[in-house]
Nanobody, 117 residues
Framework: QVQLVESGGGLAQPGGSLTLSCSSS????????VGWFRQVPGKEREGVSC?????????YYADSVKGRFTIARDNAKNTVYLQMNSLKPEDTAVYYCAALSRATNYWGQGTQVTVSS
């Protein structure tokens, strides 16, 4: 069964950190670009960060998270991580990961991140 699963969400205080994980089953994540997106109710889903396939040599960050978030991949574990530091209340959202290719895109079900004191 093809599946993409996010984990690691939860409640964090402003200034705190969380690490999200995105793992695949039924397909090899290494061959896909992987993106992290987030969505707040009533707003469009926005791109947060992306990492290129295989060696992950190319990364992208939205201006709103640049310098605070870091994306990385561990191909041995078929997993992509999003390290989120210096969290702000405006980072509160459901975070989704997506495995992206020209032929097929897979999306996870999302994980809630809430930043609040």
């Amino acid at each position: 069964q093809v599946q993409l699963v996010e984990s690691g969400g939860g409640l964090a205080q402003p200034g705190g950190s969380l690490t999200l994980s995105c793992s695949s089953s039924g397909f090899t994540l290494n061959y896909y670009n992987v993106g992290w997106f987030r969505q707040v109710p009533g707003k469009e889903r926005e791109g947060v960060s992306c990492i290129s396939s295989r060696d992950g040599s190319t990364t992208y960050y939205a201006d709103s998270v640049k310098g605070r978030f870091t994306i990385a991949r561990d191909n041995a574990k078929n997993t992509v991580y999003l390290q989120m530091n210096s969290l702000k209340p405006e980072d509160t959202a459901v975070y989704y990961c997506a495995a992206l290719s020209r032929a097929t895109n897979y999306w996870g079900q999302g994980t809630q991140v809430t930043v609040s004191s």
